[in-house]
């Protein structure tokens, strides 16, 4: 069936009932929301100056609206509750599912008539990978302030472009973090705000540098014993898991990293993008 004209009002006329739907369906599935605290791991909030159609009325957001509920640990996503009149935000960790007749990610069930727009990675009170859920045809693009991610919402690895296709990156040699390392001791906590390449130098030991990947989120440096190496560790909710070992097997050794790449930048020189 072939589609039908909406504005077939003219110059002149009083048709002002083609009009309001022409205004209607021209702002079906807008979506020209922003989040607060996009490029940190702390709380977001929809920013002021939003504007957002759900379930065919058009909303916008004077000032920031925070966003309530308190979701499980993973990928937690950002849904706006209409009420008459006004919207209100909610986190949930139930993936929507695409409408095409709302031309928009929705939920389902007693929230079908709830709007995604975005959503973060929670672990605890750290929040990372942020993204913004645009609209183009089902197909699950997100918006992450350090790339952008294509596929089905349950698989994002379909297809990937990284934020090396955007040229986005940076290559040197930065120190970020420094710690002297005590039997039975750990470092302080340090947040990781970008996915980057990090060597490790014992002591100014070149010898015994390690090389690792890691991914945003909180870490700290850690040596059980004299006798063991020191681990660097990741903070998970409740505990620590290893993600590398460096090798040393003496205390009071001062360890340096640096960063020698990081993603969603185009130089190491500012460490407060890098750490903090």
Not at 25 to 40: D, R
Not at 43 to 70: C, M, P, R
Not at 191 to 219: C, D, E, H, Q, R
Request: proline share 3%; glycine share 8%.
């Amino acid at each position: 069936m072939s589609g039908t004209k909406v504005n077939d009002y003219s110059i002149g006329d009083s048709n002002i009932q083609s009009v309001m739907l022409t205004l209607d369906k021209a702002f079906k599935g807008f979506h020209q929301v922003s989040l607060t605290n996009y490029n940190t791991t702390s709380e977001s909030a929809i920013a002021a100056g939003s504007v957002v159609e759900v379930n065919g009325a058009l909303y916008k957001f004077d000032s920031d609206e925070s966003i309530t509920g308190s979701p499980s640990n993973g990928t937690v996503y950002i849904y706006l509750v209409p009420s008459g009149d006004t919207v209100t935000a909610a986190y949930t960790n139930t993936a929507p599912t695409w409408s095409d007749s709302k031309q928009g990610w929705y939920g389902t069930g007693g929230n079908a008539n709830y709007r995604y727009i975005g959503g973060v990675s929670k672990n605890s009170t750290v929040l990372t990978h942020k993204f913004i859920l645009i609209d183009k045809n089902g197909i699950g693009l997100k918006y992450f302030r350090d790339s952008v991610s294509f596929g089905v919402l349950e698989d994002l690895n379909v297809k990937k472009l990284t934020i090396e296709d955007l040229q986005m990156y940076a290559f040197g040699r930065k120190q970020i973090f420094s710690w002297t390392s005590t039997a039975g001791g750990a470092s302080s906590n340090f947040n990781i705000l970008k996915p980057m390449t990090v060597t490790t130098t014992p002591y100014n030991n070149y010898a015994n540098s390690s090389s690792f990947n890691i991914n945003p989120g909180v870490y700290r440096l850690y040596k059980a014993d004299s006798g063991t190496p020191t681990k660097l560790q990741r903070y998970l909710t409740t505990c620590y898991e290893n993600v590398a070992t460096i090798t040393d097997y003496t205390s009071n050794q001062t360890f340096t990293l640096y960063c020698i790449y990081a993603e969603g930048c185009t130089s190491l020189d500012d460490t407060t993008i890098l750490i903090s």
